[in-house]
């Protein structure tokens, strides 16, 4: 998107890429239908980003939904609004929108190099790019923007290894870790055998104050999940400051204490508890599971509701940020102008992932690695202009 944005006002621009084919990491978000953007209005889509996310939410605000609907919609990948308000191409897919974008960047003269990484900077300032066993080459254009990634799916590019590069510069870097991951839970192993793969439906996840609504797959290692993801950001607040975190799951989030209670409290007559479970409070196999796994069930009908309503279980952890579908922390936005410039490297520039923001799913994360893209290609312009004017 960067590079669009500078070749369309007439500028020569390379891409060095590290992987043998661009765009990798967005193919893979086309395997869930590339969920491109939110329809919601953007006063709520702002809030998405949390606290302390100015730069970021500025970047939306620049390059809104809307522009960037009519961006892939001029690409003919036609959009739509799903029924859950998120947008999509309707070929539910990135290849077509790839090829369509590459084909553009080649009109607009992009030189696009794959096979070359970027190592670090020369210490004239100029950027070292690695092109495996032909060896290394030095580069010093008159901007560049560095889009990096963050350190989740590093075989499709991103490992997170400029962190130690900006370290030995003395650039801020929030420490990468795991976002929009699964957690860890210590089940038992007659739970995990059972379990694993079930998903858990139409619930409600709670850490402290925060709750939300969505599903959840039971894992042998823990929860994943859209409703997990969202909470992701509370999660890894709790385990700031310790071992672990409790969550709480509620598993009839439309249906009062009250109402449960009174269904709960029905006579059961000769049913097992599991079927007049499934009766009485309309609960799948799998959420009876993990009512168990929580410890004895209570007898007491308005106990039981209680617990159907606020299962607790105890977080250890993050899973891998390896499998994670992004990465929260990076560069310090303390460390940049508000136009994405690395203060300590005029006319350096970085985007995406590399910064130290952090998105739930549902359309927020491309977004908003659009919108910064656009945001640094206009610092460039900037840049450029008031270098060379």
């Not at 607009?108 to 080459?137: C, E, M, P, Q, Y």
């Not at 549902?362 to 656009?374: E, I, M, N, P, R």
Request: hydrophobic residues 45%; neutral net charge.
């Amino acid at each position: 998107m960067a590079a669009e944005t500078i070749a369309t006002a007439g500028h020569d621009v390379t891409v060095y890429e590290r992987m043998p084919s661009p765009a990798r990491k967005f193919l893979m978000a086309g395997r869930g239908g590339l969920n491109l953007t939110h329809s919601e209005p953007l006063d709520a889509f702002l809030n998405r980003y949390g606290e302390d996310a100015g730069v970021i939410c500025d970047a939306v605000s620049l390059f809104p939904p809307e522009r960037l609907i009519a961006w892939a919609n001029g690409l003919g990948a036609e959009t739509f609004v799903g029924s859950s308000g998120r947008v999509f191409p309707k070929a539910m897919k990135a290849s077509p929108l790839l090829r369509a974008w590459l084909r553009r960047l080649d009109a607009l003269g992009v030189t696009i190099k794959t096979r070359h990484t970027w190592t670090g900077f020369s210490s004239d300032g100029a950027l070292n790019l690695s092109n495996g066993a032909r060896g290394t080459t030095t580069i010093k254009p008159e901007a560049c923007i560095l889009a990096l990634g963050g350190a989740s799916w590093p075989r499709l590019g991103s490992d997170g290894a400029w962190v130690e590069s900006f370290k030995s510069e003395d650039i801020a870097v929030t420490p990468l870790q795991p976002a929009n991951s699964g957690v860890s839970i210590a089940w038992t192993d007659i739970f995990a055998e059972r379990f694993a793969g079930a998903p858990l439906k139409r619930i409600a996840i709670s850490v402290g104050e925060t709750k939300m609504r969505g599903e959840a797959l039971i894992t042998r290692g823990g929860l994943e999940g859209g409703a997990i993801y969202a909470i992701g950001r509370a999660i890894r607040g709790a385990l700031f400051d310790a071992a672990s975190a409790t969550i709480t799951i509620d598993l009839k989030p439309d249906t009062t204490l009250d109402e449960l209670t009174t269904r709960v409290a029905r006579t059961r007559g000769s049913q097992s508890l599991s079927n007049f479970l499934r009766k009485a409070a309309h609960l799948d196999t799998a959420a009876i599971g993990l009512l168990r796994e929580a410890g004895a069930l209570p007898s007491e009908p308005s106990a039981l509701a209680a617990r159907i309503k606020a299962i607790p279980l105890t977080v250890t952890g993050l899973a891998g940020i390896d499998r994670a579908i992004s990465t929260a922390g990076g560069v310090a936005l303390s460390a940049l102008t508000p136009d994405l410039m690395i203060k300590a490297k005029p006319g350096v520039f970085v985007a995406g992932e590399m910064l130290d923001w952090d998105a739930p799913t549902g359309g927020y994360l491309l977004q908003a690695s659009f919108g910064t893209g656009v945001v640094a290609a206009r610092g460039v312009l900037n840049w450029l202009d008031a270098t060379f004017s």
